[in-house]
């Protein structure tokens, strides 16, 4: 079998991209890691931006407890188990089942 140069060319040329498309799908650094790399930096966008949000909603905390007394009471009595002056506290035992 005799081949023009152009058709051995042509089969050179196909080997060549077949070849680099194989490896492309098999390196370590190939199509699996670029995926996996995709994947990773989706769900660290996704963990930044949760992190944001925790930051606002720990910054609007500390913004009520510096200007908001009835919030920081609250909190102090959820919390810490505060009782005010002129409350009184009563505990009930639960019966034992």
Known sequence: ????????????????IVLVLGSLLVAPDGVPSLLALHR???????????????????????????TDDRFLEELARRELGLVGPDEVVYRFRRPPK
């Open 1 to 16: 079998m005799r081949w023009s140069g152009g058709q051995a060319l042509t089969i050179v040329l196909i080997l060549a």
């Open 40 to 66: 990773e930096r989706q769900r660290l966008g996704e963990e930044a931006v949760a992190l944001l949000e925790q930051n606002d909603a720990l910054r609007e905390q500390i913004h009520r407890l510096r």
